[in-house]
């Protein structure tokens, strides 16, 4: 399988990277287009702040390829959050492929959300051999809310979603290579769709 892993010096790639090469697998790193597009399935992991990760993006022209690309796509973290319409974090346009917004969390509680929580509401094969409040681990300060996209949720103290699936676009707010056997297990999932 040939698998890329987006890199535009916006992400977490390392630590995917040795996700997947526990799971046997070996990624290439790139922010060449032509590789990009000739790629079987493609992850978009993420870290940091929206508008500098735009910034990153479109500095690559891949603001213009990404939303194009039709093989099975992993968004993750930041990288699920770029996905949509519009980001409170900074009110940045993002890349408008899942016709959703981004918001800040508004709560009494710690912010960012921060650690383990569980998974509820799971609706894709995404999910497959994960069960119903398995425990993922998060980091983020903004959310994308509950919406017909969500194929899992989780509570802070409201739903978020906490994954979505727009056509061949996956996304999960939570970190997979940081969330142990169920992480590798989604991981795993994303590998054999």
Not at 30 to 40: F, G, L, Q, R, V
Not at 171 to 190: R, T, V, W
Request: glycine fraction near 6%; include cysteine.
């Amino acid at each position: 399988m040939n698998l890329v892993i987006v890199d535009y010096k916006a992400g977490n790639v390392q630590s995917v990277q040795f996700a997947l090469e526990r799971l046997g697998v070996q990624a290439t790193l790139s922010s060449d287009a032509e590789t990009i597009k000739a790629a079987d399935k493609v992850i978009f992991p993420g870290v940091g702040q929206a508008a500098s990760a735009m910034a990153q993006l479109k500095a690559r022209n891949l603001d213009k390829l990404l939303p194009t690309l039709e093989q099975p796509f992993f968004g993750v973290c930041l990288g699920m959050q770029l996905l949509c319409t519009h980001s409170e974090e900074g009110d940045t346009d993002l890349l408008n492929i899942i016709p959703l917004p981004v918001q800040h969390f508004e709560t009494d509680l710690k912010v960012p959300h921060m650690g383990w929580n569980q998974l509820e509401n799971l609706q894709s094969p995404l999910f497959e051999g994960i069960n119903e409040k398995e425990y993922v681990y998060y980091v983020h300060s903004y959310y994308v809310p509950l919406s017909e996209y969500t194929i899992a949720q989780s509570n802070y103290p409201e739903p978020f979603s906490a994954a979505l699936q727009y056509k061949n676009f996956y996304a999960a707010q939570f970190h997979p290579e940081k969330s142990g056997a169920a992480g590798s297990q989604i991981l795993n999932n994303f590998l054999a769709l």
